[in-house]
């Protein structure tokens, strides 16, 4: 499975996203999804992992 221990690869939580959202709605509520300009990235390489789209159109074009 993809998502069984670190997530290492981006690739990997783009594909899982339906399982990703419920997860992340936690950091990134559904009240500001549009409004704010957020990102979740992996530790010390800053490869985005999950984001808004906001964050996507503006600052980022690889989530």
């Not at 419920?22 to 957020?38: C, G, N, Q």
Request: charged residues 25%; proline residues 8%; contains cysteine.
């Amino acid at each position: 499975m993809d998502l069984k221990g670190d997530i290492d690869r981006p690739d990997l939580a783009a594909r899982h996203t339906d399982i990703l959202s419920p997860l992340m709605s936690v950091a990134f509520p559904s009240s500001t999804w549009e409004t704010e300009i957020s990102g979740a990235f992996t530790p010390f390489q800053h490869d985005t992992i999950y984001c808004t789209p906001a964050y996507r159109e503006l600052l980022y074009d690889r989530c």
